[in-house]
């Protein structure tokens, strides 16, 4: 069982950063892939990034390409999003989840385990 619990979601005007956290309890294997995605009110939750848990191998929406980046830390369980140059379409919900099986990491149907979300506003 894993629990992932999401932090460092606020208020920023646009062009502005920020960095989003997502540790986990409990073991996260090596096959194991961590993602981001996000959700607009009215909107389909979206992939936005997504890396593996032992290369550390990333995969980006072309929406948030050279503006965010995701990142792990293994010793501390915890992977980030680094967001940056933020627009006010970046307004959304964004949650981390964890894939333990096959499957494209860009569907969150292949996703077992999510966060409860931390909401991300971006003021124009």
């Known amino acids: 069982q894993v629990q992932l619990v999401e932090s460092g979601g606020g208020l920023v005007q646009a062009g502005g950063s920020l960095r989003l956290s997502c540790t986990a309890s409990g073991r996260l294997f090596l096959y194991y892939t961590l993602g981001w995605f996000r959700q607009a009110p009215g909107k389909e939750r979206e992939f936005v990034a997504a890396i593996s848990w032992s290369a550390g191998n990333t995969d980006s929406a072309d929406s948030v390409k050279g503006r965010f980046a995701i990142s792990r830390d293994i010793s501390k369980n915890t992977v980030y999003l680094q967001m940056n140059s933020l627009k006010p379409e970046d307004t959304a919900v964004y949650y981390c989840?964890?894939?333990?099986?096959?499957?494209?990491?860009?569907?969150?149907?292949?996703?077992?385990?999510w966060g409860q979300g931390t909401q991300v506003t971006v003021s124009s």
């Open positions: 989840a964890a894939r333990t099986s096959g499957g494209s990491s860009r569907s969150r149907w292949n996703y077992d385990y």
